[in-house]
């Protein structure tokens, strides 16, 4: 698979809304001959060649792997992962453990990703709970929030770990020498929330991380803080509810509600909007704490949301990031 020694990073080529047709193309367009990385397709060899038949491939570092099996978006996690051992996810996971492969990228089901890269390659020490983080756009540039929806439900322990975890990969990938952290909550008081959130805002303020208090919704934009931390289920809502503000201003511009004279003022708006607070800019949510590299893409994602994808991986092997993640003390 790798005859030239470079790292490869394996890429779920079914999954998504699209599959081949759309996530080829994108990480085609992330490679060169001289790519420090080879990608390996994982999926079913005949769809995937007949997309990179509409490729400019020529030189490129990239193989197929075929898988008999797929996962669909609506299957149990835990039984997929179990039952269907010759799906792109399951396979491309168990060569990341034995060391084939360097990161996984999916946009397939999330539920899958996360279970697979947990059972298969298991946590980092000292992390109890692994996150799924992703970059969001503010004001201030982007914040990197977390969990995004890995746990539903959380303690202070693990929303303590996030806070470690998110601070190093600031540090680390996004450059900012000591980044501030949040805690997404109803109100900017101490007392504010419930009582894991008032004991959480304690133990960070004792941690020494840069901690600046309480974050509320409507400061997310604003870029108050470079890493923000709350739970999965108030992550992903936060999320998903970020997602939906550029799409609602897309079908506000062609709305006949709209007047004329402000519908024509809309377009460059809706042009910034497109380009710095999609989803696609950024690619692929990252499973922080895990014994690998796990980069988790919306399922809607286009060929440009798989290219940033595959590019954010290649961040994370560049900067060995997951030894760098196990928390303090463990």
């Known amino acids: 698979m790798n005859p030239d020694n470079r790292p490869v990073i394996a890429i779920d080529a079914m999954g998504g809304?699209?599959?081949p047709q759309v996530i080829v193309p994108g990480v085609i367009a992330a490679l060169t001959a001289e790519s420090p990385f080879r990608a390996a397709f994982y999926g079913d060899r005949q769809a995937v060649e007949d997309?990179?038949?509409?490729?400019?491939?020529d030189g490129l570092p990239i193989s197929v792997s075929h898988c008999?099996?797929?996962?669909?978006m609506d299957e149990s996690p835990a039984s997929a992962i179990r039952h269907r051992k010759d799906s792109p996810i399951v396979r491309a996971m168990s060569d990341q453990k034995a060391g084939k492969v360097i990161a996984v990228v999916s946009a397939g089901s999330t539920g899958a990703m996360v279970a697979a890269s947990l059972l298969i390659l298991g946590r980092l020490k000292g992390v109890d709970r692994p996150g799924i983080a992703t970059l969001i756009p503010t004001l201030a540039g982007r914040s990197l929030l977390l969990d995004a929806g890995a746990n539903l439900q959380c303690t202070s322990d693990h929303l303590v770990t996030f806070a470690e975890m998110g601070n190093i990969y600031a540090r680390?990938?996004?450059g900012v020498p000591v980044p501030t952290v949040?805690?997404?909550n109803i109100g900017e008081e101490s007392s504010k929330g419930t009582d894991v959130l008032v004991e959480t805002h304690d133990r960070l303020a004792a941690t020494g991380l840069?901690?600046?208090?309480?974050?509320?919704?409507?400061?997310?934009l604003q870029g108050g803080c470079d890493v923000m931390v709350t739970d999965g289920?108030?992550?992903?809502?936060t999320l998903k509810l970020l997602e939906g503000f550029a799409l609602f201003m897309a079908r506000l511009a062609r709305s006949p509600q709209v007047p004329d004279a402000l519908r024509a003022s809309l377009p460059p708006i809706l042009g910034y909007l497109q380009e710095n607070f999609s989803y696609e800019v950024y690619g692929g949510a990252m499973l922080l704490g895990v014994d690998g590299i796990s980069i988790i893409s919306?399922?809607?994602?286009?060929?440009?949301?798989?290219?940033n994808a595959v590019k954010v991986a290649w961040q994370q092997v560049e900067k060995a990031l997951p030894s760098r993640l196990v928390s303090p003390g463990s």
Do not use: M
Not at 233 to 237: D, K, L, P, Q, Y
Not at 298 to 307: E, L
């Open 68 to 72: 008999s099996e797929d996962i669909a």
């Open 182 to 184: 949040g805690l997404l």
């Open 17 to 19: 809304d699209h599959g």
């Open 298 to 307: 919306h399922g809607r994602s286009s060929s440009w949301a798989i290219t």
């Open 210 to 220: 840069e901690f600046i208090g309480n974050i509320e919704g409507n400061q997310v």
């Open 172 to 174: 680390e990938i996004l």
């Open 51 to 57: 997309a990179l038949a509409e490729c400019e491939t």
């Open 233 to 237: 289920f108030t992550g992903n809502i």
